[in-house]
């Protein structure tokens, strides 16, 4: 399944300095039962987002109107827990296109890169610098560039590099997941076939 191509996103952020958010917290195990990547947006952080009468809760930054954008920021530890590609497909739904933390779990930073959703991995100081610019500004803008590598608070021009396999950026700068990847080299591949002996 193709995704939108990620290049440079420029957008405004929303932040969450929660450390340590695990896949159970961004998309909640009964939710699993889907077969399909759609609908998962809806129930984001469902349980930190809705009360039992599934009523919003006014205090959860996805609920505050002062914060909008397709960037994420999270605390350290980012997608820790179980392995679930539904925390990615969740995020990827409700319309996120850039996850920021100074660390991720593993498993969900590559689940995220397979679906479109590039995480950028940056040092705790500028992560602190990335939430004191949106405390001082809702509506302050950043820019990831994926081609440079490089994340920049608009306002204040500071920026940091980020690194990311070659493989997952031609992918994403593609808008390949691993399928597409292959279908691309389709003409390659049977010309390979071709030439070898029966």
Not at 85 to 99: L, S
Not at 106 to 128: A, H, K, M, T
């Amino acid at each position: 399944m193709a995704y939108d191509k990620f290049t440079i996103l420029r957008s405004s952020a929303v932040p969450m300095p929660i450390e340590n958010v695990d896949t159970d917290q961004i998309i909640p195990a009964r939710f699993l039962k889907a077969t399909e990547r759609k609908g998962f947006g809806d129930n984001l952080f469902r349980d930190w987002r809705y009360n039992n009468d599934n009523t919003p809760k006014a205090d959860f930054v996805l609920n505050d109107p002062t914060y909008s954008g397709k960037i994420l920021v999270g605390g350290k530890n980012f997608g820790s827990g179980s392995s679930r590609e539904h925390a990615a497909w969740a995020i990827y739904d409700y319309g996120f296109r850039c996850v920021v933390s100074s660390f991720f779990a593993d498993i969900f930073q590559n689940n995220s890169i397979n679906v479109g959703i590039l995480p950028v991995r940056v040092s705790p100081e500028f992560l602190e610098k990335i939430f004191a610019a949106i405390e001082a500004d809702p509506k302050t803008e950043l820019e990831v560039n994926l081609p440079a590598q490089t994340i920049t608070i608009l306002a204040t021009g500071e920026n940091e590099s980020f690194a990311i396999n070659e493989y997952k950026k031609h992918n994403l700068t593609n808008g390949y997941d691993d399928i597409d990847y292959l279908l691309s080299m389709k003409n390659e591949i049977e010309a390979f076939a071709e030439s070898r002996p029966f």
